[in-house]
């Protein structure tokens, strides 16, 4: 979600993603309260000398398409986050030794686009067996049918949750506490 759009078709991918992502702060807001961790998982964009607040940084700063977004889903200090370089947050990146530091059994998946990135990690996810939860107000791809076909795979496929943010309750911090209402 920390992005800055300016691609060819970023107003479309915008136009779906900024709805997405007030779902997405709100339910991280309700993540923090009940002690689940946020992981920010985003593009390194080619930039391999950035660091991730360099990239927020760069977005906000240079009034991109993006900034709107990136300034409702901006990171805090407790927040963890790491780079990949290609569609999922597994390939080339030490995301599932964090989820192992973490002790995570679940993850939750939010993000842009439904289609690509959120759904190579879903399916990198599911490989290393975890339980998997997608939002489906969380998640946008540039069209609809694109999101709702990767909705779908994740789903039937993956055997992931796909349900409205607002139907996830969390009683604590483990796997066996977040409880799906759809």
């Known amino acids: 979600m920390i992005n800055s759009m300016e691609f060819e078709d970023g107003d479309k991918l915008y136009e779906r993603a900024l709805p997405c992502a007030e779902n997405i702060a709100e339910l991280k807001r309700r993540t923090k309260d009940a002690g689940i961790p946020t992981?920010?998982?985003?593009?390194?964009?080619?930039?391999?000398?950035?660091?991730?607040?360099?990239?927020?940084?760069?977005?906000?700063?240079?009034?991109?398409?993006?900034?709107?977004i990136t300034e409702l889903l901006k990171p805090v200090e407790e927040d963890y986050f790491v780079l990949k370089p290609k569609f999922s947050g597994f390939f080339a990146t030490p995301l599932h030794l964090l989820l192992e530091h973490l002790m995570?059994?679940?993850v939750i998946l939010t993000g842009v686009a439904g289609n690509m990135c959120v759904h190579f990690t879903a399916n990198d996810a599911y490989m290393r067996d975890y339980k998997i939860f997608v939002p489906e107000d969380c998640t946008a791809s540039n069209?609809?049918?694109?999101?709702?076909?990767?909705?779908?795979?994740?789903?039937?496929?993956l055997k992931g949750s796909i349900t409205p943010s607002s139907k996830l309750t969390f009683k604590g911090d483990t796997s066996a506490d977040i409880i799906d209402h759809g």
Do not use: C
């Open 104 to 106: 995570v059994e679940t």
């Open 143 to 157: 069209t609809i049918p694109a999101n709702e076909e990767a909705l779908h795979l994740m789903r039937d496929v």
């Open 39 to 68: 992981i920010y998982v985003n593009d390194n964009y080619g930039r391999w000398q950035s660091d991730f607040k360099e990239i927020v940084e760069y977005i906000i700063e240079e009034d991109t398409r993006g900034k709107p």
